[in-house]
């Protein structure tokens, strides 16, 4: 049974009519299913997760955008649903990574059920799909329990599990690993970038202090950080145009 | 080098890496690197790089300061730039003029590489690893 996960915004007058035409769409499919909406006052981990509990849910989708899917992506955790993305609203930068259409076009995707199973990774418990990345910073690192990893001058670190900049290509989402790159700018005001790239299962960055990241699309700030990779963590619908 | 994939690694400029490098695709590296360097597949030292290590890999182009021993099954390359002190077995051996070496040479060794884990433990080192510093060892007997 499929579980929608709409976000707070979708309330708002002018998305009705879309809402219609695709609760229309998914119920010709055979895929309508139960129906959440997220709000201000609830507690949408716990809204999501009793719903999973109950145990007939085998798909969950976030409709709206790349906040309302990293919501759902953290709700669902370990549990062995599917997530599905049905982008509506907002900033969907995620949707064209996964080969998704907007709106209506992509009841027909949700429907031919095209699921991969993707690597997450985790920052200090936070999971996240696309990326965790900061500002120039100096920092240290332990990579694997191997090596340390040192920057010399601030770097802009990024560890990406799925790229989504063409600078950060060679990071894949189905390897198993997270890849860390380092930008340092080097030369005559730092006009050229040198850029560190290492792939990694695991890894502690110590900071100077506390630090601002953007993991996924939400900021969030950290005076350590404990990363790992969860492979093949996430089984997710995509389209036959994803990136990966 | 061939064009990057997600299994390989590129220490740049402006970083510094201490302890176990060992990676299952190609190294790059334009920094600096104290400790050991093990990979199954091709290592490229540019010629800004500074590297204390011990080196193992299946083929090796060298420009920068390298101090440690090497080890190669296939090719080792060593540029014009590099200046290089330690000892090398290699399976071939091309030398550009201008390139410094300091140390002795081996050539075709018939002997299996050695072999080091390559799968990280969680917290401390693997049982069924091998201590890194037998690398050195099998150069010097």
Redesign the interface.
């Known amino acids: 049974m499929y579980l929608y996960v709409y976000d707070e915004g979708l309330q708002d007058r002018r998305f009705e009519r879309d809402i219609a035409q695709i609760e229309t769409r998914l119920t010709d499919l055979g895929i309508a299913g139960s129906i959440i909406r997220l709000a201000f006052f609830r507690d949408y981990l716990k809204t999501i997760r009793n719903e999973i509990s109950k145990g007939d849910i085998s798909t969950v989708v976030a409709v709206g955008n790349d906040e309302t899917f990293a919501k759902v992506l953290e709700a669902v955790g370990d549990s062995k649903v599917v997530i599905g993305y049905l982008p509506v609203s907002g900033k969907n930068a995620m949707a064209a990574l996964l080969g998704i259409q907007s709106g209506i076009d992509a009841c027909p995707l949700l429907s031919a059920r095209l699921v991969q199973n993707l690597d997450l990774g985790e920052v200090n418990g936070h999971r996240f799909l696309h990326h965790v990345s900061c500002g120039a910073i100096k920092f240290k690192a332990s990579c694997?329990?191997?090596?340390?990893?040192?920057?010399?001058?601030k770097?802009k670190l990024d560890i990406v599990n799925l790229s989504v900049l063409p600078e950060h290509k060679?990071?894949?989402a189905v390897?198993g690993?997270l890849?860390m790159f380092?930008a340092?700018g080097?030369g005559f005001i730092r006009k050229t970038v040198?850029?560190?790239?290492?792939?990694i299962?695991?890894m502690t960055v110590n900071l100077l202090g506390p630090t601002k990241f953007v993991v996924d699309s939400t900021e969030m700030e950290f005076s350590k950080l404990e990363l790992r990779v969860i492979p093949g963590a996430l089984r997710i619908i995509t389209g036959k145009d994803r990136k990966f | 080098m061939a064009k990057t994939s997600s299994q390989d690694t590129i220490i740049a400029q402006g970083v510094r890496v201490e302890g176990n490098l060992i990676a299952e695709g190609n190294i790059l590296i334009d920094g600096e690197v104290k400790g050991t360097i093990v990979t199954q597949s091709d290592l490229d030292i540019g010629v800004d790089a500074r590297v204390e290590a011990s080196i193992q890999a299946r083929n090796a182009t060298l420009s920068g300061v390298i101090e440690g021993n090497v080890r190669v099954e296939e090719r080792l390359d060593m540029l014009a730039s590099s200046k290089f002190k330690g000892d090398i077995v290699a399976g071939l051996l091309s030398v550009e003029a201008g390139a410094e070496i300091n140390g002795t040479v081996r050539m075709g060794v018939e002997a299996e590489p050695q072999t080091i884990s390559t799968k990280p433990s969680r917290r401390g080192r693997s049982a069924n690893a091998t201590p890194v510093e037998s690398l050195d060892d099998s150069l010097s007997s």
């Open positions: 694997d329990d191997l090596y340390t990893l040192e920057t010399i001058d770097a060679a990071a894949s390897d690993r890849t380092a340092v080097r040198c850029t560190t790239m290492v792939p299962r695991f």
